[in-house]
């Protein structure tokens, strides 16, 4: 199983940044950022890219115009 982990700084500033999420009251993603600061991310739950291409339908050029793609 590969996993993605972060070292001591960074996961430092992943908490920083979850304690500004949750003061401004968004707790959801405050927990996401303090969970992988702690777990790090199980890359085998991972969707590829192509993955998420199909299963939204884009094409090769789609997800750069798509509103909202990343």
């Known amino acids: 199983m590969a996993r993605l982990t972060f070292d001591r700084d960074e996961a430092a500033k992943l908490?920083?940044?979850a304690r500004e999420h949750a003061t401004a009251g968004d707790g959801l993603l405050a927990y996401v950022l303090e969970h992988i600061a702690t777990e790090g991310v199980?890359?085998?739950?991972c969707a590829s890219?192509?993955?998420v291409r199909a299963r939204h339908g884009l094409g090769d050029d789609?997800?750069?115009?798509t509103a909202?793609?990343?």
């Open 15 to 17: 908490r920083d940044s």
């Open 42 to 45: 199980d890359l085998s739950a």
């Open 49 to 51: 890219y192509d993955d």
């Open 62 to 65: 789609d997800a750069a115009r």
């Open 68 to 70: 909202g793609a990343a």
